[in-house]
């Protein structure tokens, strides 16, 4: 194994791999530490009910840092989860793109660590605006309370 491989690495998650969310076992076994964050963007709330990023309009995504070892290991395991089969697959459910994500309380983020973040990709951001329900700008998503959010 490389370093890559038994290292670690930054995650940032908004859906359903948030704490109290049904996927969180996903991520659970390989936190090492974690906290709130946001990265700029969009969330679409899709017809299946899982929620979708787009990086590119302006807005705030609130969400979960998390420092996950070992990278390879929990990378992989969530790429399975996200259907993300590499960089540019066309099967690709979501792609696994670095952002810059900021820590802070809501309204004074402040520059934080790149993350490994999974966003809509290419084909589906086109769609997105027309095809599902935006999220409010700032505001957390949780299927837990039933989609509505917390503020």
């Given at each position: ?121 290419r084909r589906r951001r086109e769609r997105l605006a027309e095809e599902a329900r935006q999220w409010p700008s700032g505001v957390r998503w949780a299927e837990s309370e039933g989609g509505r959010g917390q503020?």
């Open positions: 194994m490389n370093a890559r491989e038994t290292g670690s690495a930054w995650v940032f998650v908004y859906g359903t791999l948030m704490g109290g969310e049904r996927n969180h076992e996903w991520l659970a076994p390989y936190v090492c530490r974690g906290s709130p964050a946001a990265v700029r963007g969009r969330i679409y709330i899709l017809s299946e009910g899982y929620p979708m990023l787009d990086p590119f309009p302006a807005g705030w995504v609130v969400g979960e840092l998390y420092l996950v070892a070992p990278a390879g290991e929990a990378l992989r395991r969530l790429d399975a989860l996200e259907g993300f089969e590499g960089r540019g697959n066309p099967d690709n459910e979501y792609e696994r793109v670095r952002l810059w994500t900021w820590t802070g309380k809501r309204g004074r983020w402040e520059p934080a660590v790149p993350a490994w973040v999974y966003i809509a990709p503020l």
